[in-house]
């Protein structure tokens, strides 16, 4: 049986730096930043398959393809599946919304997809939310 040992690293770097220490997105330390400031004007891209596994793979994939920033990874309650968030200009993200796809289709099966250039701040909001549960 294989033991993932990176998984604790990838969790770290999902969860980002917490606030204070500085996290490289224009956050001085000592400075409380809320996750909508950090994300505000990027354009937001979500994916959600059938494997959980499959996410890692197709998150892999968009972040070595283009400069996006994963927001989350949430698992789905009621299945073994998951949803990915990821942030960035839009060309970037349609990029990194492609190559996941592309990499995620031989493996499992793809609910749902959609990128938006331009989240409202109601939009933000309920982001947010989802990320904190």
Known sequence: MLKFRAIPFIMKILKGRKPGRGN???EEPGQEVKM???YEGMAVGVFELDSECAC???LDAAAKTAAVKIQGVERNRLSAGACVKMRGRVSE???AMEAALDAAAPISKIVSHTV???PSEDTE???AMTIKK
Do not use: P, Q, R
């Open 93 to 95: 993200v349609k990029a």
């Open 116 to 118: 938006i250039a331009a």
């Open 125 to 127: 909001t309920a982001l």
């Open 56 to 58: 890692f793979v197709a």
């Open 24 to 26: 490289g997105i224009g």
């Open 36 to 38: 909508t400031d950090k």
